[in-house]
């Protein structure tokens, strides 16, 4: 079973930048478009960006024009760098299959808090 790892969050000032990591057990391709989600407590869980196997791109409003997903097949990654940080931008952060069925479990999650 693939199990998903993320890291690279941690506390940033509003304009700072971070870059999220998601690695895989498995082949992370295999799960096809992938996307990066992020979650507050009491929330739902929210679709933010997602790729492609072949490199296509979509972005949720929130965050487009600040946040750039990637895929890095070779190290069998798929990143998120996130510039321009908002204070509601803080949250944990997520990645997974978007349409993969069923689903891999959903990782740990890296927080990500933006305060100044």
């Known amino acids: 079973q693939v199990q998903l790892v993320e890291s690279g969050g941690g506390l940033v000032q509003p304009g700072e930048s971070l870059r999220l990591s998601c690695t895989a057990t498995?082949?992370?391709?295999?799960?096809?478009?992938m996307g990066w989600y992020r979650q507050v407590v009491g929330k739902q869980r929210e679709l933010v960006a997602t790729?492609?196997?072949?490199?296509?791109?979509n972005y949720a409003d929130s965050v487009k024009g600040r946040f750039i997903i990637s895929r890095d097949k070779a190290k069998n990654m798929v990143n998120l760098q996130m510039n321009n940080l908002k204070p509601e931008d803080t949250a944990v952060y997520f990645c997974?299959?978007?349409?993969?069925?069923?689903?891999?479990?959903w990782g740990q999650g890296t927080q990500v808090t933006v305060s100044s």
């Open positions: 997974n299959g978007v349409y993969t069925d069923p689903r891999p479990p």
């Open positions: 498995g082949n992370i391709d295999r799960l096809g478009t």
């Open positions: 790729i492609s196997r072949g490199g296509s791109t």
